[in-house]
Antibody
Framework: QVTLKESGPALVKPTQTLTLTCAFSGFSLSTPTMRVSWIRQPPGKALEWLARIDWDDDKFYSPSLQTRLTVSKDTSRNHVVLTMTNMDPVDTATYYC???????????????WGQGTLVTVSS | SYELTQPPSVSVSPGQTATITCSGDRLGDRYACWYQQRPGQSPVLLIY???HRPSGIPERFSGSNSGNTATLTISGTQAMDEAEYYC?????????FGGGTKLTVL
């Protein structure tokens, strides 16, 4: 059974750095078909892809946020960590991590999602 | 950067067919997938690799992708299908979501 769960602070102040952890089970991030993505959703708005880390430690970031984002993994502990620097009230959102599966031939999809964690940025 | 465009809203009567489109430059040259998100819940994968349904997804959900448009079709729409729907595709190893379509079952 595949599960993912996000954890981190519910409230951060402007200019602070946000650190979120995705704890997963039921798959290994050392398997070539596996990736973990981070996606966020501001209240009442659309999904926005943030970052992804692949089984081989390749990392990919949203072009608009790449200077603020860092993703890393601890394969032995089944954790993926996302940090976002210089937080602003517009970054208030529910942050999701998801398993992204490689179906082959350049086809990927996020087939399991965490429950999400709401992060509010306010002084 | 690559963009995917969806209609903000689509309405359908129960039992009828709902069609939700997703447009992007030469989208048919890459794979698209679709997610359903009910209020207060995490997204659920409905369609991957343009046309494939994961295990557990009802057969009334189907997908296609050609030219500049990917399409999600819901046949025999049910009240429980009222939700937000998002398309997604990949561009240069980054992932892009459409803006979402609110499906209302009248």
């Amino acid at each position: 059974q595949v599960t993912l769960k996000e954890s981190g602070p519910a409230l951060v102040k402007p200019t602070q750095t946000l650190t979120l952890t995705c704890a997963f089970s039921g798959f290994s991030l050392s398997t070539p078909t596996m990736r973990v993505s981070w996606i966020r959703q501001p209240p009442g708005k659309a999904l926005e892809w943030l970052a992804r880390i692949d089984w081989d430690d390749d990392k990919f970031y949203s072009p608009s946020l790449q200077t603020r984002l860092t993703v890393s993994k601890d394969t032995s502990r089944n954790h993926v960590v996302l940090t976002m620097t210089n937080m602003d009230p517009v970054d208030t959102a529910t942050y999701y991590c998801a398993r992204t599966y490689n179906y082959g031939s350049g086809s990927y999809a996020s087939d399991y999602w965490g429950q999400g964690t709401l992060v509010t940025v306010s002084s | 950067s690559y963009e995917l465009t969806q209609p903000p809203s689509v309405s359908v009567s129960p039992g009828q067919t709902a069609t939700i489109t997703c447009s992007g430059d030469r989208l048919g040259d890459r794979y698209a997938c679709w997610y359903q998100q009910r209020p207060g819940q995490s997204p659920v994968l409905l369609i991957y690799q343009d046309t494939h349904r994961p295990s557990g997804i009802p057969e009334r959900f189907s997908g296609s992708n050609s030219g500049n448009t990917a399409t999600l079709t819901i046949s025999g729409t049910q009240a429980m299908d009222e939700a937000e729907y998002y398309c997604q595709a990949w561009d240069s190893s980054t992932e892009v979501f459409g803006g979402g379509t609110k499906l209302t079952v009248l």
